[in-house]
């Protein structure tokens, strides 16, 4: 009931059911998605606990769904060995911990980044305002233009299209921007499930996932896997 009366929560379907059941799979058409995630709970009194559970819970989809490309959520990055452990492939786990961690190294390191990452993990109506401002002939500073421009970006994660397969990740990067205006800054490392930033001369393979600042997910449809 909450979600159905919240406009924040505008295309979401709540269903009950449990992911270690295949009739509940089938139910919700988790075998015809093109990606499931499984989240972890981050205010978990024991993170070892939630991760293992959900490593379960991963470990069922995979081999129920082994066709499906699937991220687990782990909240500490050394259960990611576990994980391995009982057959789960490392590039599908990610710790949002580690990611943390290198946010805080990264901003102690570039004045602004943490005010350049709120914008880009939070959603606005920027282009709204700016839309209304035109109707209504209302004027808007060019510094305010720039600002709210650069704040309608997000992060997004994508698979890459089959075509970027054998490509230098720099060369990516470069295409990305030049064709569709988007910046790819990072990548899942697919034998360990580290994501790295910017790895350049890295050799991209088939269903990598990479890290892009994009205005929306349409505007990274044509490099993203079909």
Known sequence: ELIANNPQFAGVTYICGSPLRKADLVRVRANKATMLYVLGDMSAESPDK??????MRGAVLHKLLPHI???????????????ADIGLPVYMCFSVNEIKSSLMATATR??????????????DNNRAIV???KVEH???PSWQLAFMDG????IYGFCLAPTFAGMLFK???????????????AMQIRDTGIIMMSPGEMEVSKDDVCF?????MKQLQPVCHP
């Open 50 to 55: 939630e991760d293992e559970e959900n490593i």
């Open 131 to 133: 839309s209304k401002a």
């Open 212 to 216: 892009a600042i994009a205005g929306d």
């Open 151 to 154: 704040a309608s970006n997000e």
């Open 138 to 140: 209302v004027p808007i």
């Open 69 to 83: 490309n699937l991220r687990l959520m782990l909240l500490r990055p050394e259960n990611r060995q576990v994980a």
């Open 110 to 123: 570039a004045q602004g980044f943490g005010t350049m990452l709120l914008n880009l993990c939070k959603q």
């Open 171 to 185: 060369d990516v990067v470069k295409k990305c921007y030049n064709d569709i205006g988007v910046t790819v800054f």
